[in-house]
């Protein structure tokens, strides 16, 4: 992919995984347990310092996040921390887990920070076997978490469900109307008992591209979405279904921001939705539920 970025760590209890940076911001999102995030970035001025910390450390000093994290990620939304490209980082998990480092090339330098579960947007979007939950961690928009090009969130879908539907697609610059995004998808399907979970994602060409998919997937996949419709993802029966989104296009593509455009054939489905209740299993995390980790 050419803007967007993915990777999944497991940590053993005491481990670390050092990266850098480069040119892509970062955000590590715990899928599973907590770490330790020591980042070293040498701001480009005051303001970089002041942003982080309200005036703060010194640039020397490495920026210090302990992220709490969660069971799993059907446990509701987690702590964050944002790196910022150029940057160093070391990843720490005092007792093992699992993190998604979800990253986006860019041009801005912003400073490190922590983004905590509680300012999480929780969205219930969608009605009856179209509901699904949207935790909007790195959003767009002025409610959103600033990134530079970035935007992540996470998609959770009650078994039997349709997500991302009606089927869009945001492979243009058309402003007002369209971002130009490349997406990826990755995939955790809830399993029922020792049976693994599974699910389906479909992709079809857009006058924009030719990316055309029908895979079925599992946890630990990823689809990757340079461009065309997609939608839906299909969460078997009794397999809940969580995916995370990453997202980014070029600043020549317009500010960041999220603005898809419905499938002609399909956009009519969210007309049908003011007369339907929201799936009752949502939110997650449900009580009494299983723990999915």
């Not at 397999?239 to 399909?266: K, Q, S, T």
Request: glycine letters at 14%.
């Amino acid at each position: 992919m050419e803007w967007t970025r993915l990777r999944v760590l497991a940590l053993e209890p005491g481990e670390t995984h050092g990266f850098e940076a480069g040119e892509c911001e970062w955000i590590v999102l715990p899928l599973s347990g907590g770490c330790e995030v020591r980042c070293r970035a040498d701001p480009a001025s005051p303001a970089f310092e002041a942003r982080a910390f309200g005036g703060g450390a010194p640039a020397a000093e490495p920026h210090v996040f302990e992220l709490r994290g969660r069971s799993g990620v059907f446990g509701g939304p987690t702590d964050f921390a944002y790196v910022p490209r150029d940057a160093h980082t070391e990843i720490t998990s005092a007792h093992g887990g699992r993190f998604a480092l979800a990253g986006a090339r860019c041009e801005q330098r912003l400073p490190p920070r922590y983004g905590p579960a509680e300012a999480v947007a929780v969205e219930l979007r969608g009605a009856g076997q179209c509901s699904r939950q949207v935790n909007n961690f790195a959003a767009a928009g002025p409610d959103g978490f600033e990134c530079d090009r970035l935007i992540a969130v996470e998609v959770l879908t009650p078994g039997g469900n349709w997500s991302s539907y009606p089927p869009h697609k945001h492979d243009e610059h058309r402003p007002g109307e369209e971002s130009r995004l490349e997406e990826i998808y990755w995939f955790e399907i809830a399993p029922h008992g020792d049976v693994p979970g599974l699910g389906y994602q479909r992709v079809t060409p857009s006058p924009a591209g030719r990316t055309d998919i029908l895979a079925e997937v599992r946890s630990g996949d990823a689809v990757l979405i340079p461009d065309g419709w997609h939608g839906p993802s299909i969460a078997a029966p009794g397999h809940d279904m969580y995916y995370l989104n990453v997202m980014a296009g070029p600043a020549g593509g317009g500010p960041r921001e999220w603005l898809i455009r419905d499938h002609p054939d399909h956009g009519w489905i969210r007309g049908t939705w003011a007369g339907q209740d929201v799936d009752p299993r949502l939110p997650f995390p449900r009580a009494g539920a299983e723990d999915h980790r």
